[in-house]
């Protein structure tokens, strides 16, 4: 069945940077976009960022742009969010989630929690 | 601020029909689909609406999306005690370039 799997979340503080990852199976990762997803406490669902199928294609939210940096290695089955200058507001739950460029998600990674505190 | 704007809540009986709006732009909803998920806490998102109006096979009849200009809106007819969850609208902006979700609408069944 298709999973995703993330991790790499934990408490960083800010300033300094996390990888996540993202470990898929049941399906052939080279075929599909994936996005990253968060949710910050108590708050909605907030799109962080989509790579396309090949990696050539890249989006970033305004929020995150310039400091998150979304890529792929379909070999590996893995889709990587290298984070960098970590903001308290960047705590959240990110998820890792299939889909189409430009929508719709079908399916979601449980996610991996981050926590930027001092 | 969301660049999708729901109401925060909305609520009804069982039985009840209720609806959701999700108002956007030209740049989102004026001139891309909308989609729309059900959120239980603590559980993936699960699309119930996409390309406007189109239902996944196992989302029940009573859920129907429509859209007009840069406003579209998620009714449920039938109104029961599961339904009670977080529902987000969400759609691609050509100006952002990006994806963008409405603020969530909490619906709580009485």
């Known amino acids: 069945q298709v999973q995703l799997v993330e991790s790499g979340g934990g408490v960083v503080q800010p300033g300094r940077s996390l990888r996540l990852s993202c470990a898929a199976s049941?399906?052939?990762?080279?075929?599909?976009?994936v996005h990253w997803v968060r949710q910050a406490p108590g708050k909605g669902l907030e799109w962080v960022a989509v790579i396309s199928f090949d990696g050539r294609s890249k989006y970033y939210a305004d929020s995150v742009q310039g400091r998150f940096t979304i890529s792929r290695d379909n070999s590996k089955d893995a889709l990587y969010l290298q984070m960098n200058s970590l903001r308290t507001e960047d705590t959240a739950i990110y998820h890792c989630v299939r889909g189409e460029l430009r929508l719709p998600f079908d399916y979601w990674g449980q996610g991996t929690p981050v926590t930027v505190s001092s | 601020q969301s660049v999708l704007t729901q109401p925060p809540s909305a609520s009804g009986t069982p039985g009840q029909r209720v609806s959701i709006s999700c108002s956007g732009s030209?740049?989102?909803?004026?001139?891309?689909?909308i989609y729309w998920y059900q959120h239980l806490p603590g559980t993936a998102p699960k699309l119930l609406i996409f390309r406007n109006n189109q239902r996944p096979s196992g989302v029940p009849d009573r859920f129907s999306g429509s859209k007009s200009g840069t406003s579209a809106s998620l009714a449920i007819s039938g109104l029961r005690s599961e339904d009670e969850a977080d529902y987000y609208c969400?759609?691609?902006?050509?100006?952002?370039?990006?994806?963008?979700f409405g603020g969530g609408t909490k619906l709580t069944v009485l």
């Open positions: 030209s740049s989102n909803i004026g001139s891309n689909y």
């Open positions: 049941g399906f052939i990762l080279s075929s599909y976009a």
């Open positions: 969400v759609a691609w902006d050509d100006s952002l370039r990006g994806v963008v």
